[in-house]
């Protein structure tokens, strides 16, 4: 890659991710584009999630609060032309970054990409999650992570008061401008859940609930699809590739049932 390629600022929140942020700060480190820079966002770990950010020259700065504010100030603080958000315990797979600059260089009007993600480990609910996953393709279930720092900045960052969908929040208002945040690439990151926990992940369907409400006043245009329920399990039974894993299908079923039913009592509990 030519040196006169446009920087790319990926931004990575962190809380206590020592576990987890090597193998995606090596990912970054591998990618065949290499006009980049790491703006690692931490929530004051008590591990050594920062000491092995030093180790690949990445920028730390030490924030309280949601993720939501922590990818804002990423965003203030970026250098590059484009940023990419990736979570702590992401890997990205080696053409990431070079296909979405080529693809978003093409054309003007593109603001944003979607890139596809896969989830690993070796619990069966990852394996559920995963298969999940892949019938979300061209759906207001994905969401763009990969943008314009331009357009990022003028629409105001993520919204830092809403936690349900936030990482719907910044593509929604950067698609109100007229441009496109609905284009995505071939290559996929790779969600590392190896330590998926049924119960934790309730939970957090039960906090995200408590913005819900907000959420979808803010954005019906988009959270009535994402909320329902019909719509979501009309992706799935629709289909025929979801019946003809029914092990699988099973598991999808009663993971969103129980979703929908912590998310739902968070919503009843917001204000």
Known sequence: MKDNLPLVSVIIPTYNSEKTIRRCLESIKNQTYKNVEIIVVDNFSEDKTVEICKEYNASIIKVKGERTKAKNIGLKNANGKYVLFVDSDMELTPNVIEECVMLIES??????????????????????????????????????????????????????????????????????????????????????????????????????????????????????????????????????RFWSKPQLAFGVIVLKGLEYLAGGMGYLFSK
Do not use: C
């Open 107 to 240: 054309d003007p009007k593109i603001g944003g990409i979607i890139i596809p993600e896969r989830s690993v480990g070796n619990s069966y609910w990852v394996r559920v999650r995963d298969f999940e996953r892949s019938f979300y393709a061209g759906t207001e279930i994905e969401s763009a992570r990969f943008f314009r720092r331009d357009l990022a900045l003028q629409v105001g960052g993520f919204d830092e008061d809403v936690v349900f969908f936030e990482e719907s929040t910044l593509p929604q208002k950067i698609e109100k401008l007229g441009f496109n945040v609905k284009v995505r690439i071939d290559p996929y990151i790779i969600h590392h859940e190896e330590n998926f926990s049924l119960i934790k992940w309730l939970k957090k369907k039960y906090y995200y609930g408590k913005t819900a409400r907000r959420y979808k006043s803010k954005y019906a245009e988009y959270g009535s699809k994402q909320i329902s329920m019909v719509y979501r399990f009309g992706l799935f039974l629709k289909s025929r």
